[in-house]
C-alpha cells in the first residue's frame, strides 16, 4: 500500500467524481500501476477532511470505470488494464461513401489510443447510455458542448443549446420551424448539395445568391427578400463546400446589417469553421437573436457520431427545435454523445482537430503542386478543392474516367442552384487514402485531363 492521495481539481464536479478522476489520472501518468494497494477508504476520508460517504463514491465510480478492483478481507487494488485482442472487422474496411466530403483520418498510435480510451468510459456508463434522454441534451453533455463552441467565440446559455444528430437532422428540424412547402429560402449560388436535398424534399422553392470571392454579396441578399419574401437564408460561411472561400469578416457584418434589417432568420452551418487556426467569427455573434449555429462534429472530429451542437436564437426555438428533433429522431444518441463528451473533456477531440488542421494543409499542398497550370480553388485547411475543368473536357467523362478511383470526386451539378452548371468538379483530398496514394491519384487525373484521346 502507498501513501497516496488525491490531488483533485476545482473544476465544478461532484468530489467523488473528482476522486475518479484523480485515480484515473496518476494511473495515466504512472504513479498508480496495476496491483498497487490504495488507502483504506476511511483512512483516505480523515486525510482529506472529507466525509467517508464521499470517498467510497468516488471508489465505486472508478470501479466501475475498470480502474480498480476490491478484494474482501484484502483491500482496493489498481486493475490490471483491459487487454485489447480484437483487431478491425474488415467487412467494414471498405466502408467509405465517397462522394461526401471526407476528412483525412488519424494514423498515428498515440492519438488513435487516446481514442480507443474514450469507449472505456462508454464502457463503463453503457447501461445508463442505453436508456432514452432529453431530445436537447443532458448538462453534462451541453457543458462539454459549450466548452467546445467557445473555440468559434460562442458561450451560449444551456437554454439556447441543443445537441441534435448531426447537422442534416438539424437543417431538417430548422426548415421544419421556420417554412411550410412552397416557401422560398435562399443561399448561395453554388451550395451544400445536402441543403440542396433537404429543400426539395420539403417542397421549398431555393434561390440562389449571386456570390464573388467573399460570398454572397449584400446587396443580392437585400434586394432577393424584398423580392421573395424568403423565410431563411442558408450559409457555409468558413471553407465552404465546395468553393473551399471562407466570407471575410467585413463581408460577415455586412451580411448581419441585411439580415437584422429585414429580420430574416439564417441557418449558419459551422461544419469546417472548427479547422482552421484564425477562421472569422460566426454571423451569429454578430446577428444572434436570428441565427441557428450549427456546430457539427461530422468534419471536425469525425462524421460517424452523428452530433451536431447548435445554438438557436432563443430559448423558446431551442425547446421548438428540441421538440421537432423528438418527433424525427427521438435523441442524438447518449453513446456517441458521451464519447464526444469524454474527448472534449480530456483533450482528445482538440488532438483530433489539430491533426485534421495540419494534415488538410499538408494534402492542399500536394493538389497546389500537382494540379499547377490547372485552373482550381483550394485553401489551407479545405477537404477539397474546386476544379475547373480545361476546354472541351466534359464533366460526366471525368466522373466516369474517375470511378473506382479512392478520391471522391462530383460535378457542379450537385452544388448549383438557378445557374446553369458551370465546367467544375469537386474534388476531395480526405477520407482513408494516404498522402501517396493522393499524390497519385492526382496525377492519374491530370494525365487523363491531358491525354489527347480523352480530349477529344
Known sequence: MIDWTPQTKANGKPRYIAIADAIEQDIKEGVLTPGTRLPPQRRLAER??????????????AQSRGLIKSQVGRGTFIAEPAETTAGPDPLRLAEEDLSMNLPPEPTDPALIANMR??????????????RYQSSTGSDKDKAAASTWLSLRGMIPTSARLVISPGAHSTICAILTILTQPGDTVLCEQITYPGFRNIASRRGLNLIGLEMDEDGILPDALNTAILRHGPKALYLNPTLQNPTTLTIPTERRLAISEVLNKHGLHLIEDDAYGFIPAKAPAPIAVSAPDLTWHIGGLAKCIGAGLRLAYTVAPTSRLAYSLGQTLKVQAVMASPITTALATQWIEDGTADQIRRFIRSETSARQAIAREVLEGFDFQGAENAFNVWLTLPEDVGRADVVARMAGRPIGIMPSDAFSVGITPGDEVRLCLGGSLSREALRANLYFLVNSLQHSAFLG
Open 117 to 130: 480510451s474514450g469507449l472505456d468510459y462508454v464502457s463503463a456508463n453503457l447501461l445508463q447510455l442505453l
Open 48 to 61: 482529506m477532511g472529507i466525509d467517508f460517504t464521499t470517498v467510497s463514491r468516488g471508489y465505486t465510480e
